[in-house]
């Protein structure tokens, strides 16, 4: 079956502008992740969803990071008046079940904010 | 709140030498450990989970080895081979359902 996808894959963008990334997690993962990782830095979670419930957003940096999740699919990053500490790869991944589950991950999206 | 170590940072080794790579955490409470790795630009990839009522798990030439009592996983690579050569991360997963990364394992094996 088929992973998580991610795109794009690349996005280099000017500082000021929005960009919106997508995830589309395992089919049947309730579990739904993203995190960023900076140039040779750890991972940095950011925000979590779980099936209908309220997301956790307490990794977002702030409030110009957004995230929705429409049920149990796509979920899409959306980043408003970019600045340049941005520019990251930012991973999503999907899990089932939610606590014990098997993470799986995306490619990644690498962002450049110019 | 949990924090995960990963010792050492950075290994290099000649090919064909077995090797260990340690995982270590502070809280037991944990409900699993999976252990990744990740190619340069690459998103991670799955290798081993281990639930915490397991001892080990192995794949291949991977075995991970779980004693939440003491806080330490190890993952161990036999015969090691220059496509070996990533960055390995632990993840803990706890009481939250925010896993814990640690910083990662840079490994190179050179032929």
């Known amino acids: 079956g088929a992973g998580v996808s991610q795109s794009p894959s690349n996005k280099v963008t000017e500082k000021g502008k929005d960009v919106e990334l997508r995830c589309d997690p395992i089919s049947g993962h309730t579990a739904l992740y993203w995190y960023r990782q900076r140039l040779g830095q750890g991972l940095e979670f950011l925000i979590y969803?779980?099936?209908?419930?309220?997301?956790?957003k307490s990794g977002l940096p702030s409030d110009r990071f957004s995230a929705e999740r429409t049920g149990e699919s796509v979920s899409t990053l959306t980043i408003q008046r970019t600045q340049q500490e941005d520019s990251a790869v930012y991973l999503c991944a999907s899990s089932f079940p939610p606590l014990a589950g098997e993470q799986y991950f995306g490619p990644g999206t690498r962002l450049t904010v110019t | 709140k949990q924090e995960v170590t990963q010792i050492p940072a950075a290994l290099s080794v000649p090919e064909g030498e077995n090797l260990v790579l340690n995982c270590s955490f502070t809280d037991s409470a944990i409900y699993n450990l999976q252990w990744f790795r990740q190619d340069p630009g690459k998103g991670l990839t799955s290798l081993l989970l281990i639930q915490s009522s397991q001892r080990e798990q192995t794949s291949g030439r991977l075995n991970a080895s779980l004693d939440k009592s003491s806080g330490r996983s190890t993952l161990y690579i036999a015969a090691s081979q220059p496509g070996d050569s990533a960055t390995y991360l632990c993840a803990v997963s706890g009481g939250s359902y925010i896993p814990t990364f640690g910083r990662g394992t840079s490994l190179i094996v050179h032929p």
């Open positions: 969803f779980q099936g209908n419930s309220a997301p956790d």
